[in-house]
């Protein structure tokens, strides 16, 4: 059993700032990679930002440069450091785990950028 819970999300105006945290319990060994994809109204869930173990984060075009994924192994927490928000960057933003070919999914925390 693994769980993801989301926590972080809120509104900003353009140009402001918010951190994501993604909290894992549960059968939480031996994931090969961690991070976060988001989804607006309308639209297909898109890669924001990967980390696999070890490695250095991987970012979607659109937030490279702005967005940072870090992670606490103490806390088994995974953040999204979200710089220099744009109102495009609305959307529900879902942390995500893999194991192996298993995929595991949080429920979603709301990100809302005002002009």
């Known amino acids: 059993q693994v769980q993801l819970v989301e926590s972080g999300g809120g509104l900003v105006q353009a140009g402001g700032s918010l951190r994501l945290s993604c909290a894992a319990s549960?059968?939480?060994?031996?994931?090969?990679?961690m991070g976060w994809y988001r989804q607006a109204p309308g639209k297909q869930r898109e890669l924001v930002a990967s980390?696999?173990?070890?490695?250095?984060?991987n970012y979607g075009d659109s937030v490279k440069g702005r967005f940072t994924i870090s992670r606490d192994n103490a806390k088994n927490t995974v953040y999204l450091q979200m710089n220099s928000l744009k109102p495009e960057d609305t959307a529900i933003y879902f942390c995500?785990?893999?194991?192996?070919?298993?995929?595991?999914w949080g429920l979603g925390t709301q990100v809302t950028v005002s002009s």
């Open positions: 980390a696999t173990t070890g490695s250095v984060g």
């Open positions: 995500y785990a893999r194991r192996s070919q298993n995929m595991y």
């Open positions: 549960g059968n939480i060994f031996s994931f090969n990679a």
